[in-house]
């Protein structure tokens, strides 16, 4: 099949074809550029590989053009950057590795076109294009990758044990392009992941939060995390989260799946904000569920008290454990957590002023996420629940508007003073010192006049004229 280079693509693939024969290389666009192009996915970043030297590349391309592009080489890895048009293009010559047990840092060493589409991690992903002149444009397509983007699968172009085991992040990866693409995971390479998933304690942290950021990204969270429970993944990755799923039962009452309910909690909030950490309070808001759970035996029922203030003190831990930031963005995390029943408790009508107004305080700046959570938090299917529960929520805000509007009125000051008015009349205090604040307040909240002292001033002295009194 051959590749529809696109206009704008032109340039590049052509310079990089010149300088690649100027080297004397093969050179091929390879990997998530080819994938997202075919997908209509926007991309910008393309991944040159040539059979040769990668750097030297970059610096053949470079010195084509003009002004000559900065290029960026990265010795250790072997591979050269350079931007051109908005585009950022890597170089990289094409490589063979083998891995040990122990690292995810394989020994390179020089190989073939083929050889560097092995140690792709999917299908999907090892596809190359051509910039050669015998077969320029031509996708290269070892693995099938063609039909698995038509059919929407995610699949190791190898034996999934080798390629899992190899690098097991790939089995997030796996998941997280899943979730994103909106692809399924193929039975054996989904079944790679469950035999090898123990092999994901050699893989950092850091990277391993990287992907769960990905898939918090995405329009449907819940089907990423779906997937890392059921493979067995997220145990490992996040033990707390998948502490909340499972539902027991006692003399007939059995409580909601907390870990079901987290995640169409999560999906709820990403349809109202894109707020990657307004996404991780989704996921955490009912962290200390399982902690925090008894049995009633008077009532007959399940009770989780203090389970907000107790999640709230499991965030730094699992935050500190995923190398996650521990400064303002815990601080929110923890702060949602906390505060996610107050709302509810402050629906009814007979709440008071100073309960709504403690809330907005404790909630200061992020009492509008706070609500987006709550609303999120509504998981019944029962639709007439549903809408008063909504209301509750509706009647809170405008509850909410109302004690704000009352106390910025309180504490509103006018940019005149009682005492400016009597030094610019030379009159004592009394009424027409009255009569001349309230005017100049009213034309104020009226947007008669400008809050600023020049406005009130001579709004002041026409309302004094008014009067009969003259400035001194
Ligand atoms: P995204 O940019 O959305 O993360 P991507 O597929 O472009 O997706 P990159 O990390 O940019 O991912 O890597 C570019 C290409 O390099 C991939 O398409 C894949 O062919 C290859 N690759 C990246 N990481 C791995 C890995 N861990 N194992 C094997 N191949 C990989
Ligand atoms: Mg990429």
């Known amino acids: 099949m051959i590749f529809n280079i696109q206009p704008h693509e ?18 091929y666009v390879v990997g998530g550029y080819v994938r997202d192009r075919l997908l209509g996915r926007p991309t910008k970043d393309i991944d040159v590989v040539c059979v040769g030297d990668g750097i030297q590349l970059a610096e053949m391309v470079a010195n084509s053009l003009s002004p000559r592009p900065k290029v960026v080489v990265y010795r250790r890895f072997g591979t050269a950057m350079l931007r051109f048009e908005g585009l950022e293009i890597e170089f ?68 999934p044990g080798k390629t899992f085991s190899d690098d097991p992040l790939r089995m997030m990866r796996a998941i997280r392009f899943a979730t994103q693409l909106g692809f399924d995971i193929e039975p054996r390479t989904f079944d790679g992941i469950k035999r090898f998933k123990s092999r994901i304690h050699i893989i950092s942290k850091e990277r391993i939060a990287t992907e769960l950021e990905k898939i918090l990204l995405t329009p449907r969270p819940s089907v990423g995390f779906n997937l890392l429970f059921d493979c067995g993944l997220l145990q490992l990755i996040l033990p707390e989260v998948a502490l909340l799923q499972g539902v027991e039962d006692r003399e007939g009452r059995a409580h909601k799946d907390n870990f079901y309910h ?52 499991m965030v730094p831990k699992i935050f500190r454990n995923l190398r996650l930031p521990l400064g303002a963005e815990m601080e929110f995390v ?49 639709p007439r629940k549903m809408s008063r529960y909504l209301e509750g929520y509706e009647y809170l805000k405008e509850r909410m508007s109302e004690v704000t509007e009352a106390d910025r009125l309180r504490l509103w000051q006018p940019p005149i003073t009682g005492q400016v008015i009597m030094d610019t009349f030379g009159i004592e205090p009394g ?42």
Request: glycine letters at 6%; aromatic letters at 6%.
């Open 10 to 27: 032109r340039t590049v693939f052509d310079l990089i074809a010149q300088a690649a024969r100027q080297c004397q290389v093969e050179a």
């Open 92 to 159: 990289v010559g094409a490589r063979r590795e083998s891995y040990s047990p122990d690292s995810r840092k394989p020994a390179v060493e020089q190989g073939s076109l083929e050889d560097d589409q092995n140690r792709r991690d999917f299908t999907i992903n090892a596809l190359a294009v051509s910039l050669n002149e015998h077969n320029f444009g031509h996708i290269i397509d070892p693995f099938n990758g063609l039909a698995h983007l038509e059919d929407k699968i995610i699949k190791t172009p190898l034996d």
């Open 262 to 313: 987290t995640l169409e909690v999560l999906d709820n909030v990403c349809r109202k904000s894109n707020s990657l950490w307004l996404r991780w309070a989704a996921l955490l808001h009912d962290i200390a569920k399982p902690a925090s759970k008894r049995f009633n035996k008077e009532s007959g029922g399940w009770t989780f008290h203090g389970h907000e203030w107790m999640g709230a003190k």
């Open 334 to 382: 923890q702060k949602m957590v906390l505060l996610h029943l107050r709302p509810i408790s402050l629906t009814k009508e007979e709440v008071t002023d100073s309960a709504v107004r403690r809330l907005l305080f404790d909630a200061g700046p992020d009492i509008e996420d706070l609500m987006r959570l709550c609303e999120s938090d509504i998981t019944t299917k029962n």
């Open 431 to 472: 009424r027409d010192v009255g009569i001349i604040k309230t005017a100049i307040r009213e034309a104020i909240l009226d947007g008669e006049i400008g809050n600023d002292y020049d406005s009130a001033f001579q709004r002041m002295v026409e309302e004094g004229e008014k009067l009969g009194l003259v400035v001194k």
